[in-house]
């Protein structure tokens, strides 16, 4: 009789870890935090961001030595722990004694927002542990399951390509032991103690205009203090470099700390030989287990571990339903969000003859339980090993290089793969056409079943109760057959399949064809053979012209989807099947050598090959300021690497601090009848369950004040929070949620922009620009177009979901909101009304945000009021933190837009006229939606003359989410709608679209639509467009694009360079404010609050830059703590690309002040430090505080008179993108990108690029992949987190990145902060050119296919849109007759 273990022993950061009542629905991730380890993170909870990953090690008894692999903690069951070691970021090292690894990020500003860096930190960690010696593609792709929404990729993989073999050292010396240090340059000035470059003498300086040090002036020292260049003919005052980033890169690198990989900790001995079992008697065994439940709310009762195949067997004899657990990838998800309880599971991971690889004559057996990356292992060696037999190894390798993330890859199994029967498995087509089978084992025996046997049903197989898969075969190839994968994505990288096929072709020495199979994913609800195209291919000889035509066609008329198809994308999905089928014909007939294939159409056949990004970074040198300006990296850095950063879910719990979960809205639109709260309140642990009615004060809020807190009777989209639970733990308050049972009265409901326009569905306020007699201008045009444009919603994707923890004092009414918000101020006063006290009785802290982007300056404030009001009603701490699928329905989006246009122009291309009407999807209450509006009516001009203008924007309302602020706010809409019009209006007229941009772009002096002149110190665009033309040498690049359009014709090249300006100011003139309190203390140190939040952006390390330069101090004296209404009092949101203009002037006033206190004790210590200088004033009894304000002068507009001051200044550049495209499927590569970028006198060069890489990044997926779905059926958001919502990954970002920041003509022009400019906002319409570059892309497709009718593209250009917008015969042969396009659509953009 089997003796079961019933507890775990595992090891965490090399500490033994015993645990007896395991909880078996807890996961590894929820464990870690549990005791501390809060450096792991909750990004999705579906093992899609890659927030959460570890490092898993198990000791391999087969191989005698350990292995490591990442994994995502959010998925891995605790109770799969038994025998293995976590590595977490805390256990490599801390900010004070960083890992090289940590470190190494940290100096290269590879962390922003910093909650995303552990598990970037975890996976790079885990490839050296691996390998120690990666090249830079094995850094790359070791990231492929890692997401971060901030810094666009390239600082992260920089940082990590420095432990490459190949590594880029950027001039550093590297020596022999490994230690790169920086070669001497003009950054440490001549070497001298006290040179002029490294010191200044204390001046304070006019942060509007700089007298300091100037390249060309004498040095500002004096002459017997002065190094007079003693180490350089020119004299260090006077030396500049060409582009200092690289220098300041070499001096990051002279920092680095060396890599030695053989001085990582080993593996816990004691666990080595408790997995091999050579414990002694008195020590721990290792057993198979049975663990039972003790919690009473526990959804899984028991959990099996066998330990080898008998035990297995004997236990799914026993418990026949049981639910078999490898790496949980499937079951976890369903757990989490299907709400699937499984009862009873058996981990299955640790029986060792389920994992076992066997060679045959004629095949290879694979133990079904081996990890999809020790599967890909064993598939490359066979495919080394028996090149002459290995097509469908190779095929299978095909199929696993876009298999999901490494995380997942090293946990999957193929088993979960096959038993899934997902219709859209990557797998499962290779296998059916290889023909595999299937061994099933049960205790009575085994059977062998060919997999073709094997689907019965959507999710159904041929697996009895009581029986396992145990083996795959899959057989060798013969001679003279092909074998070919093929796969399409929303994402090329960690993602799920459209479609996914496999074809095999086997013929004679003849060249007829003996055998053939089709396998589809993605067309049924199961893996099909599509038999029709394999009969019409048996017998004909293989090569012959007319064999395409007709497998495309017997295809096409096999698996031809229905309009209302689930998953939607009906045509594309028919086309790529048919697609497919035209690529394998042409790769099979090129290499069984049958037909007359030309290589050139063979190679565009091919899938990419990857190459390594690379990028480039470019500014000059900052010579008159000793700390502002310089490319310091971020204040909190190494504490966001080693994962001592806390966020709002990192807070320990307060006192006996209880838990909110939110019952959502299941309609869209609908009465609430009756909320019964009795099934949830028996539950338990819950404490009570909110509504409507136990809002002590105002419900209402929002700046319009038409939203309420909790309806009470109309919910207005699916997801709107109806009802409050409150209970001890999450769990439980989450489960209780499900028993709050709502009755609706079901109303009407509008989801589209296009429908609320068409239904009339629209807010009453409108905002107008109009400039000149537009009607007039139009009738003298020599040529009118009229037409529409439209671009969809964007989630903003913060790593960190909203959250809060609300603590009530005890006393007053008093409480403390710890908020992840952009907007403390308002926390404060919608939670005062909320509760009824007064705004003073409450203070928001905000310490950081893992990334907002807009989407946390209003919608956040309605998470926090909540948590409020548990709290109130409980006198207990309530905290509340969103799932991301929750977070995703509930909290609003980037405003779709849609336009209606007329434009007139003359022959050439320059604009006479314009009117457009602008309409925005709002969602179902204001919010923000009139600020953005009026910034994208502002913005349609873009860089423009536009002629008469005649623009009118309105807000629809629907029945979505509040549509709410995202990062450009309105621009990039506006800005896209007119360069969409003026892409259609160059194909009418048949100019150059880049000739019409460059021909209408404002000169110096030019008045907008909104009567604001262009000024000539400040008006840059046509400068960074010549520039950027000669630079990136364009005319050359266009010629060298049309030779290979011209010689291509499956895949095309596009180019497109496209400007950007962006007004900076708040519209509102009020908010045009910013304040700060600054402390000196007497030793010396200095703590500075101001009104501006951290969210990634680097606002607290500039504000830190401008403080100490204003005092003379080092930049390692000033420290900031947190935003906190206490003490930053009615400040603004932290958004509009201003918060570093209204705080950063704030903190120089405070400082200025406190400065010229202390000037005196300066003249007088001459050579005292600044403690003793601090400690003096204040024994003298100087105050040592001081508040400080600024608000912006001459701001403020009137919509009504079309007069006034709108934007303080603008933000300008020009990008060019250069993108190829695969025209049969859609899919894309970002070839190159340069950029140039006017952000002024930068406060930090470094930390500007940084936002300028990560503005684009999302910038471009906003425009290409991310597409954003409804279901019209239900009203409920489709697109609900990284499985089907996707943002770039490391591996979608240019190639090559090439970003510069232009020196201004005019250094002090600007009346801003030391002369800087707002930068978080302006670069992201710059990821509009490769929307535009694939739009040249598909223009030279349509050409070479002769399509007649004008591209109107919409965005996002996902691979959906471009390969329809190709218009090739098998687009024409997949179209749905306008009279079948009947019933509802699976999905819908709004």
Known sequence: ???????????????????????????????????????????????????????VSTYNVDLGRPTHATANACLYPLYAMDGKHVVTVEGLGSA?????????????????CGFCTPGFVMSLYTLLRNNPKPTELDIEECFDGNLCRCTGYRPILDAAKTFASDAWKAGANVGKDGIARAPETESKGCGIEGCCQTKKPFSLPDPARVNGVSEASECAKTSEDCCKGAKGSEGCCKTKDANWANVEKSEAVAKFRAYDATQEPIFPPFLARYVRGETESAE??????????????????????????????????????????????????????????????????????LRTVERCANGVEFGVNITLARFEHELRALSRELPEQSQCYAALLEALRFFAGNQIRNVATVAGNIATASPISDLNPVFLAAGSVLTLVSASGSRQVPISEFFLGYRRTALAPGEILHKVFVPHSRPREIVRAFKQAKRKDDDIAIVTCAMRVRVDDAGRVEEAAYAFGGMAPTTVLAKSVGAASVGTTWGDAALLGQLV??????????????????????????????????????????????????????????????????????????????????????????????????????????????????????????????????????KCVLTHEDVPGSNIWNIFHDEELLPSRTVHHVGQPVALVVAATQRQAQAAAQRVHITYEVLPAVLTVRDAVAQGALFAEERKLVRGDVDAALAASDVTLSGTSYCGAQEHFYLETMGAVAVPKGENGEMDLYASTQNPTEAQMVCAEALGVPAARIVCHVKRMGGGFGGKESRAVLVSTLAALGAQHTGQAVRLVLDRDVDMQMSGQRHPFYATWTVGATRTGELRALRMRLYSNGGFSHDLSMGVLERAVSHVDNCYRLGAADIVGRVCRTNTQSNTA?????????????????????????????????????????????????????????????????????????????????????????????????????????????????????????????????????????????????????????????????????????????????????????????????????????????????????????????????????????????????????????????????????????????????????????????????????????????????????????????????????????????????????????????????????????????????????????????????????????????????????????????????????????
């Open 553 to 686: 066609a017997a295809c096409h008329a096999e698996l031809q989807l229905p309009y209302t198809v689930p998953g939607g994308m009906a045509e594309y999905r028919t086309a790529l099947a048919c697609s497919f089928v035209r690529k394998f014909w042409t790769l099979s007939c090129a290499a069984l050598g049958s037909g007359d294939i030309e290589p050139q159409i063979v190679s565009e056949m091919e899938e990419d090959e990857r190459t390594v990004s690379h990028g480039q970074q470019a500014y000059e040198r900052v010579s008159d300021r000793a700390i502002v300006g310089h490319g310091v990296a971020h204040v909190s850095a190494l504490q966001q690497t080693t994962g001592e950063a806390r966020y709002i879910d990192d807070m320990p719990a307060v006192g006996a601090e209880l838990h909110m979960a939110l019952v959502p809205s299941a309609h869209p639109h609908a009465h609430v009848l009756k909320v019964d709260s009795a099934e949830a309140l028996a539950m338990a642990g819950v």
């Open 1 to 55: 009789m089997t003796v079961f273990g019933t507890g775990i022993l595992f090891y965490v950061n090399g500490t033994q870890v015993t645990i007896d009542d395991v909880d078996l629905d807890m996961t590894l991730l929820q464990y870690l935090r549990s005791t501390g380890l809060t450096g792991t993170k909750l990004g999705c909870g579906e093992g899609g961001c890659g927030a959460c990953t570890v490092m």
């Open 966 to 1390: 995202f990062r450009s706010f309105g621009g990039c809409q506006g800005m896209i709608m007119t360069e969409s019009m003026l892409c259609e209006l160059a194909d009418h007229i048949n100019v150059p679209i880049e000739h019409i941009r460059r021909i209408n772009m404002y000169n110096a002096g030019d008045v907008t639509p909104f009567s604001q002149p262009l000024l000539a110190e400040d008006w840059n665009v046509p400068r960074m467009w010549d520039q950027l033309e000669r630079e990136a040498e364009v005319a050359v690049r266009r010629a060298e694009i049309d030779e290979f359009n011209r010689t291509t014709q499956f895949r095309k090249r596009g180019l497109a360079m496209v400007p950007t300006k962006f007004g900076i100011s708040f519209g509102v003139k009020h908010l045009n404010q910013g304040m700060s309190l600054v402390h000196v203390y007497m030793d010396g140190s200095v703590l500075v609050a101001h009104g501006g939040t951290e969210m990634g952006q680097g606002l607290h390390t500039k504000m830190a830059q401008i403080a100490a330069e204003t005092l003379d101090v080092p930049l390692s004296t000033i420290f900031i703590s947190e935003t906190a209404t206490n003490t930053a009092a009615n400040t603004s949101p932290t958004a509009a690309s201003a918060s570093s203009d209204l705080n950063g002037y704030a903190v120089y006033n405070a400082c200025k002040v406190l400065a010229d206190r202390l000037r005196p004790y300066r003249e007088r210590m001459h050579d005292a430090s600044f403690a003793t200088i601090a400690k003096t004033a204040y024994l003298d009894r100087v105050k040592l505080s001081e508040a400080g304000h600024y608000a912006t002068p001459d701001i403020g507009f009137s919509w009504a008179e079309n007069s006034g001051l709108l934007y303080f200044y603008f933000t300008q550049g020009v990008a060019l993108a250069e993108v190829e495209l695969d025209v049969l499927t859609g899919s894309h590569t970002t070839r190159r990108v340069d950029i140039i970028m006017d952000v002024g006198r930068s406060l930090n060069k470094a930390i500007d690029i940084g936002q300028i890489e990560g503005a684009f990044a999302q910038g471009q997926g906003w425009c290409t992949t991310e597409e954003f779905l409804y279901s019209p059926a239900t009203g409920r958001l489709l697109t609900q987190g990284p499985g089907n919502y996707k943002i770039p990954s490391a591996l979608d970002i240019p190639r090559d990145l090439r970003v510069s920041l232009m020196e201004p003509e005019q250094p002090n022009a600007l009346k801003t902060i030391f002369s800087s400019k707002g930068i978080g906002e302006p670069p992201l319409f710059l990821g509009a050119s490769v929307f535009f570059a694939l739009r040249d892309a598909v223009m030279a497709a349509r050409k070479n296919n002769d399509a007649k009718s004008p591209l109107h593209m919409e965005c996002p250009a996902t691979a959906e849109v471009l390969r329809m917008a190709c218009e090739d015969d098998i687009v024409e042969l997949t179209r749905i007759p306008h009279e079948q396009r009947q019933g509802v659509p699976f999905a819908v953009r709004i």
């Open 96 to 112: 004070k004694h960083p890992h090289p690894v940590q470190q190494r990020i940290a100096l290269l500003h590879g962390s922003q």
């Open 284 to 353: 721990a065994q290792r057993r198979e287990l049975h663990l039972r439940a003790t919690q009473d709310d526990a959804q899984c009762t028991q959990v099996f571990r066998p330990l080898t195949l008998d035990s297995l067997l004997e236990i799914v004899t026993e418990h026949p339903t049981a639910k078999l657990v490898a790496g949980n990838s499937e079951v976890g998800v369903e757990i989490k969000f299907k709400r699937t309880q499984f009862a009873t599971q058996v981990y299955v991971g640790d029986v060792p003859e």
